[in-house]
């Protein structure tokens, strides 16, 4: 078998070496499609049905994370697998020593020795991490985005791994969903933007460098619109939502070379989006051009079953794999059944051979079938993760993705000298929670706590008191977290210092599992009683700067009319309490803006900026007949976008010209900045259009555009912003692009709800 196996991979390697002299001189890294694709029908004349049923076939490592063990699943029969060609990847198999055994059983010891992929939740790092991904949105800083998920992708890829489960690329409304943490926020534009991001940094510019992985665009799709905000729940949307909200970010991802897309766990108007041939096959694959390959999600072809869509697995395997889910992750669907529904004729060889041929592609891609040990480097390995740079690399992300939401009467930036400080929070000593949800390769109790990041300030008396107890017993990603609400001994003691205290620091949140897959929360309030310790806290000292660390929007109206400071810190990562320290003292002026809506109460979400008017929008005089709540407010308590600075910044001379000349639509927008504040900072610049009157109703508002700039105090800077046909048009119902001539309103600022604003006719 060896020497079979050895023999394919020279005759490939041949056929490789002849195509890359062919290749264009601009472009020397990229090999023919054509030339790959002669390889692969090379070698799938060589394999059995059988074998190339076992290409689309997904393994766990032996140990199980996001799911259960199937009945009568041993690691036995994965290794007999392996041994006999019937695996095409695996997941959660992480470290050098590791991946190369595996790949070493999969290239030696099978008939046709074709490589593995190497699959992980590379979410936002490995060892070393940024912040989760919802609060590198928060920055809007695209380059950096792009730079954390590179510093992922080469500590990942010094690990074995060559293939990562993100980016999380579901535009969600609704915060009580807790994978809400895992992608862009609310916007498809944002979102769109990230996305490309997000694949460029994990893909970089040629795949077969050994510092690159390849990413996955998931969930395929409106998993974000789950309904109630409840994990694994249904989504139903209607079709100008899925093409104008939902589906944009996945093509410019596609566009953007993308290797594998992962359909999900949700329903989509009643079905199973891995059994949807509509989504796979006739958008992604035929309307899309992918030329990629789509993976289930966690035994979702499997699940099929229990939505009541099949009726065993062999069903499940026949639905799903003429939909188009090429790769079956951790579901034993496709490998006990595929094979026999071809053999029958139920399923055509011709729907193997495609997915099998996609699959094959990105493993050619990668340089797998030049090297399979490629990734498997020890010296790499001990020398590049967490690496001095990557550390710097992921402060700078954690400090750019801090949204300073209120800072009345200047509380902030505090004085370095002086002061008697208090710190108070279970959350600012704790080196676990803020390194976040869905870091499987970190070590616990790894992150910079804000206490020990303040500490290194010491002109300042800094004392810290937890306050209460919040999480009890084990923290953990796969285990529910047990709040305390009862004991509220340590209040009494954090109250007494606050008396004292010039400034009161409370860090208060949510901890880094309760935000992450199965994590939805009802009620989205400060978890256990750290509500009470801030009202307490707040009654003997009302200087209280608050820094939340969350993997999500929070309800908190009453801190909001009450404490003057208040700063989103989200969960920053490895460096996090030096993030926070930096940015509390002054020595970073925050920039960051809300990725998502923060609602008044769960009773407003869905709550997002861009939603249509309705036809009873506005207040009615002297009648209820009008779209409103009896008992709140419409308005959110902080709305998309928003986010204050150390300095002010002052808008002016919108101007709008068109180009009447050009037969595509182009509107020339501009616009003065200027910083008329006390000290340096940056902005973003955000420009948001309204279509007045459409075929299709159109957002009150849509972020078109935006754009981070730094300015010196008394610095003005004219920001010019170029709307096309891309930015101006929409999706209709039947699925046609189209611009339409009309009115528009432009407005422009530092959030979505700016007041500076001008028309133009299209």
Same mark, same amino acid.
Not at 182 to 209: M, P, T
Not at 691 to 706: C, I, M, N, Q, Y
């Given at each position: 078998?060896?020497?079979?196996?050895?023999?394919?991979?020279?005759?490939?390697?041949?056929?490789?070496?002849?195509?890359?002299?062919?290749?264009?001189?601009?472009?020397?890294?990229?090999?023919?499609?054509?030339?790959?694709?002669?390889?692969?029908?090379?070698?799938?004349?060589?394999?059995?049905?059988?074998?190339?049923?076992?290409?689309?076939?997904?393994?766990?490592?032996?140990?199980?994370? @996001?799911?259960?063990?199937? +009945?009568?699943?041993?690691?036995?029969?994965?290794?007999?697998?392996?041994?006999?060609?019937?695996?095409?990847?695996?997941?959660?198999?992480?470290?050098?020593?590791?991946?190369?055994?595996?790949?070493?059983?999969?290239?030696?010891?099978?008939?046709?020795?074709?490589?593995?992929?190497?699959? *992980?939740?590379?979410?936002?790092?490995?060892?070393?991490?940024?912040?989760?991904?919802?609060?590198?949105?928060?920055?809007?800083?695209?380059?950096?985005?792009?730079?954390?998920?590179?510093?992922?992708?080469?500590?990942?890829?010094?690990?074995?791994?060559?293939?990562?489960?993100?980016?999380?690329?579901?535009?969600?409304?609704?915060?009580?969903?807790?994978?809400?943490?895992?992608?862009?926020?609310?916007?498809?534009?944002?979102?769109?933007?990230?996305?490309?991001?997000?694949?460029?940094?994990?893909?970089?510019?040629?795949?077969?460098?050994?510092?690159?992985?390849?990413?996955?665009?998931?969930? #395929? =799709?409106?998993?974000?619109?789950?309904?109630?905000?409840?994990?694994?729940?249904?989504?139903?949307?209607?079709?100008?939502?899925?093409?104008?909200?939902?589906?944009?970010? #996945? +093509?410019?991802?596609?566009?953007?070379?993308?290797?594998?897309?992962?359909?999900?766990?949700? @329903?989509?108007?009643?079905?199973?989006?891995?059994?949807?041939?509509? &989504?796979?096959?006739?958008?992604?694959?035929?309307?899309?051009?992918?030329?990629? *390959?789509?993976?289930?999600?966690?035994?979702?072809? /499997?699940?099929?079953?229990?939505?009541?869509?099949?009726?065993?697995?062999?069903?499940?395997?026949?639905?799903?794999?003429?939909?188009?889910?090429?790769?079956?992750?951790?579901?034993?669907?496709?490998? !006990?059944?595929?094979?026999?529904?071809?053999?029958?004729? @139920?399923?055509?060889?011709?729907?193997?051979?495609?997915?099998?041929?996609?699959?094959?592609?990105?493993?050619?891609?990668?340089?797998? $079938?030049?090297?399979?040990?490629?990734?498997? /480097?020890?010296?790499?390995?001990?020398?590049?993760?967490?690496?001095?740079?990557?550390?710097?690399?992921?402060?700078?992300?954690?400090?750019?993705?801090?949204?300073?939401?209120?800072?009345?009467?200047?509380?902030?930036? &505090?004085?370095?000298?002086?002061?008697?400080?208090?710190?108070?929070?279970?959350?600012?000593?704790?080196?676990?929670?803020?390194?976040?949800?869905?870091?499987?390769?970190?070590?616990?109790?790894?992150?910079?706590?804000?206490?020990?990041?303040?500490? =290194?300030?010491?002109?300042?008396?800094?004392?810290? +008191?937890?306050?209460?107890?919040? *999480?009890?017993?084990?923290?953990?990603?796969?285990?529910?977290?047990?709040?305390?609400?009862?004991?509220?001994?340590?209040?009494?003691?954090?109250?007494?210092?606050?008396?004292?205290?010039?400034?009161?620091?409370?860090?208060?949140?949510?901890?880094? $599992?309760?935000?992450?897959?199965?994590?939805?929360? @009802?009620?989205?309030?400060?978890?256990?009683?750290?509500?009470?310790?801030?009202?307490?806290?707040?009654?003997?000292?009302?200087?209280?700067?608050?820094?939340? !660390?969350?993997?999500?929007?929070?309800?908190?109206?009453?801190?909001?009319?009450?404490?003057?400071?208040?700063?989103?810190?989200?969960?920053?990562?490895?460096?996090?309490?030096?993030?926070?320290? !930096?940015?509390?003292?002054?020595?970073?002026?925050?920039?960051?803006?809300?990725?998502?809506?923060?609602?008044?109460?769960?009773?407003?979400?869905?709550?997002?900026?861009?939603?249509?008017?309705?036809?009873?929008?506005?207040?009615?005089?002297?009648?209820?007949?009008?779209?409103?709540?009896?008992?709140?407010?419409?308005?959110?308590?902080?709305? #998309?976008?928003?986010?204050?600075?150390?300095?002010? $910044?002052?808008?002016?001379?919108?101007?709008?010209?068109?180009?009447?000349?050009?037969?595509?639509?182009?509107?020339?927008?501009?616009?003065?900045?200027?910083?008329?504040?006390?000290?340096?900072?940056?902005?973003?610049?955000?420009?948001?259009?309204?279509?007045?009157?459409?075929?299709?109703?159109?957002?009150?508002?849509?972020?078109?555009? #935006?754009?981070?700039?730094?300015?010196?105090?008394?610095?003005?800077?004219?920001?010019?912003?170029?709307?096309?046909?891309?930015?101006?048009? *929409? $999706?209709?119902?039947?699925?046609?692009?189209?611009?339409?001539?009309?009115?528009?309103?432009?407005?422009?600022?530092?959030?979505?709800?700016?007041?500076? !604003?001008?028309?133009?006719?299209?």
């Amino acid at each position: 078998m060896k020497h079979l196996a050895e023999f394919t991979l020279l005759v490939l390697g041949i056929v490789l070496s002849v195509s890359t002299c062919s290749v264009n001189k601009n472009n020397s890294r990229l090999i023919n499609e054509d030339v790959i694709d002669r390889k692969i029908d090379s070698l799938l004349t060589l394999m059995t049905l059988k074998e190339k049923v076992g290409q689309m076939n997904l393994y766990n490592g032996f140990w199980d994370v @996001t799911g259960p063990v199937p +009945k009568g699943v041993s690691s036995n029969l994965k290794y007999e697998h392996l041994k006999k060609g019937y695996v095409g990847a695996m997941l959660n198999v992480r470290g050098v020593e590791h991946v190369r055994e595996i790949q070493r059983i999969a290239v030696e010891e099978s008939r046709l020795g074709i490589p593995l992929l190497f699959g *992980f939740d590379v979410i936002h790092g490995y060892k070393t991490l940024s912040p989760i991904p919802l609060a590198e949105s928060a920055s809007w800083d695209l380059d950096a985005i792009q730079n954390s998920a590179r510093i992922a992708a080469a500590e990942a890829s010094a690990a074995g791994i060559n293939w990562t489960f993100a980016p999380m690329i579901d535009i969600s409304r609704d915060p009580r969903w807790g994978r809400v943490m895992e992608g862009g926020g609310e916007d498809v534009y944002l979102g769109s933007k990230i996305a490309v991001a997000r694949v460029k940094g994990f893909q970089g510019d040629d795949l077969k460098d050994r510092n690159t992985i390849a990413a996955t665009a998931k969930h #395929f =799709a409106a998993y974000g619109f789950a309904e109630a905000g409840r994990d694994y729940n249904t989504a139903n949307i209607d079709n100008v939502t899925l093409l104008n909200t939902v589906l944009p970010p #996945f +093509k410019a991802a596609v566009d953007n070379d993308v290797k594998t897309i992962m359909n999900g766990f949700n @329903t989509i108007n009643g079905v199973p989006v891995t059994a949807s041939k509509y &989504l796979q096959r006739d958008i992604l694959k035929d309307g899309w051009d992918f030329n990629g *390959f789509v993976v289930s999600d966690w035994a979702s072809i /499997n699940e099929i079953i229990f939505w009541g869509h099949a009726k065993d697995k062999n069903e499940a395997a026949k639905i799903a794999s003429i939909a188009g889910s090429d790769m079956d992750m951790e579901g034993y669907v496709y490998i !006990q059944e595929l094979t026999h529904l071809v053999k029958e004729g @139920t399923v055509s060889e011709s729907i193997v051979d495609d997915a099998v041929k996609r699959i094959l592609r990105v493993k050619y891609e990668l340089g797998l $079938f030049d090297d399979p040990y490629r990734y498997c /480097n020890e010296k790499n390995e001990k020398e590049i993760i967490g690496k001095k740079s990557h550390h710097e690399a992921v402060l700078d992300m954690a400090k750019k993705s801090i949204v300073l939401l209120k800072n009345d009467n200047n509380l902030l930036p &505090l004085k370095k000298e002086g002061q008697k400080i208090a710190l108070i929070g279970e959350l600012a000593g704790d080196k676990n929670s803020a390194l976040g949800s869905w870091r499987l390769a970190s070590d616990d109790n790894t992150a910079v706590s804000v206490l020990e990041g303040m500490q =290194a300030y010491n002109g300042n008396e800094l004392t810290y +008191k937890k306050g209460v107890d919040v *999480f009890l017993g084990r923290t953990t990603f796969i285990h529910e977290l047990n709040i305390n609400t009862t004991d509220s001994s340590g209040i009494d003691e954090a109250v007494e210092l606050a008396k004292s205290s010039d400034v009161v620091v409370m860090v208060l949140g949510e901890h880094g $599992f309760q935000s992450g897959e199965a994590r939805s929360r @009802t009620s989205l309030q400060l978890p256990g009683l750290q509500q009470e310790l801030l009202e307490a806290v707040y009654k003997v000292n009302k200087n209280i700067v608050l820094v939340l !660390q969350n993997g999500r929007p929070l309800v908190l109206e009453w801190a909001v009319e009450n404490i003057p400071t208040i700063l989103e810190a989200w969960q920053l990562g490895t460096q996090s309490g030096n993030a926070i320290a !930096q940015v509390l003292y002054g020595d970073y002026n925050p920039s960051g803006k809300l990725p998502m809506t923060f609602p008044r109460n769960e009773g407003q979400i869905p709550i997002y900026y861009n939603h249509v008017n309705t036809g009873r929008a506005s207040s009615r005089e002297g009648n209820v007949f009008w779209s409103h709540y009896s008992d709140k407010e419409n308005t959110p308590l902080y709305p #998309f976008g928003h986010g204050l600075s150390y300095t002010k $910044f002052k808008y002016s001379n919108l101007s709008i010209v068109q180009n009447s000349s050009s037969t595509d639509s182009k509107v020339k927008v501009s616009v003065d900045v200027s910083n008329i504040g006390d000290y340096n900072g940056k902005e973003v610049v955000q420009l948001y259009i309204r279509d007045l009157v459409a075929s299709v109703t159109r957002p009150v508002k849509e972020l078109k555009g #935006f754009e981070l700039i730094a300015l010196q105090k008394g610095e003005t800077k004219t920001i010019t912003f170029e709307l096309t046909d891309n930015e101006l048009g *929409f $999706f209709n119902n039947n699925g046609d692009f189209i611009v339409e001539k009309g009115d528009f309103q432009i407005f422009v600022g530092g959030s979505s709800i700016t007041s500076l !604003q001008d028309q133009f006719t299209l």
